[in-house]
């Protein structure tokens, strides 16, 4: 795409701007996926997304631009553009901006094309709703060592606003995959050789015992079911085992994003030990 930078003495871009108004429209999913781009708020994201060659375009205010020079230093094939406040908070998915954003290509990668590359971690997370929820495994996914994470069945939508933030930046960094067939999903992993490991608060295997016998060593695909419903009957019944978290104090239980750090990271031990 040809680079496009306005040029000194340009009026700003305004909340009417025709290419303003394009990008706000991204803030619903169904002109995310007819477009095929999503928007990445705040510097760490547009860092990321630049690094990865994933941004199209990126608005900055005339106050983002002079706290984030080195940031849009080079632009790569980005269009670069100056907008005023009132059009960086239509853009914007916070209450106080950074003053950057960038519209990004969706990052999709068929389910086939993250197996092949033998990822020895994934994450799926099954029929999740809560976009906060969804951006923290991400990020920890991608802190783990995890090559791919697969949003199954009826997911949320990775590309949502708060999901894309809550990611900080770990969104560019594995293979994300939307796959609706969470059965098919299972058995896909499965062919790929990879371990399917259930999380269930009432699950038969403790995850403790996984760790002292060294079976996390092996190829996993950790699958984390929904915060209110937890996984599908016939998904935690068709995995290679039903994994709990061994809760050793007085909480009734742990929140998703805290199980799934506790088993990515379990994972991530065994397979570098």
Known sequence: MTQHFQRPGDPLFTQRTPRVVAAAKLHRRRDREKAGRF??????????????????????????????????????GAHFSVVTDEAMAVLADTVTPQGVIAVCDLLDVPLEAALSRAPKLVAVAVEIRDPGNAGTILRTADAAGAAAVIFAGDAVDPYNPKCVRASAGSLFHVDVVRAPDAAGTLAALRGAG??????????????????????????????????????????REAADAAVRVPIHGRAESLNLAAAAAVCLYASARAQRT
Request: proline share 4%; no cysteine.
């Open 194 to 235: 990879l371990r399917t490991l259930a999380t269930s608060g009432y699950g038969a295997t403790d995850l403790d015992d996984l760790a002292d016998d060294g079976s996390l060593a092996r190829p996993t695909a950790w699958l984390f079911g929904s915060e209110a419903h937890g996984l599908p009957d016939e998904l």
């Open 39 to 76: 928007l990445a708020e705040g510097p760490q994201a547009v860092r990321e997304a630049l690094a990865a060659d994933a941004a199209r375009e990126i608005f900055v205010t005339e106050d983002g631009r002079r706290r984030h020079r080195d940031l849009l230093h080079g632009t790569g």
